[in-house]
């Protein structure tokens, strides 16, 4: 069965609070914490941090994005949006507001 995960963009608000919120949902178990850039973010997407194995096929829904787009810089959610889009190892679904 394929792991399914949820971002709330509606409980960050920083570059900070987002990294935040990605440790929170995804490691489990660690004795240290994940960087805070993008190539860390990349690596825990990746697996192996407590949640889900290297190369496991995962399902993340990125609910309240509108929230997001006005809190984040522009720049930095465009970078984590197209990883999202194009890791193969990731089926990725956007909602603006709330899951339908």
Not at 58 to 87: D, H, P, Q
């Amino acid at each position: 069965m394929t792991a399914e995960y949820i971002i709330d963009g509606a409980k960050f608000s920083t570059k900070n609070g987002f990294y935040n919120y990605i440790e929170k949902t995804f490691t489990q178990g660690l004795n240290y914490r994940i960087g805070r850039n993008l190539n860390a973010f990349r690596d825990v997407m990746s697996g192996g941090f407590g949640m889900h194995d290297c190369d496991e096929h995962i399902i993340i829904k990125w609910k309240n994005l509108a929230k997001s787009r006005k809190r984040l810089e522009g720049w930095f959610l465009e970078a984590v949006l197209e990883f999202l889009e194009t890791e193969e190892d990731i089926t990725f679904q956007k909602f603006e507001h709330g899951i339908k």
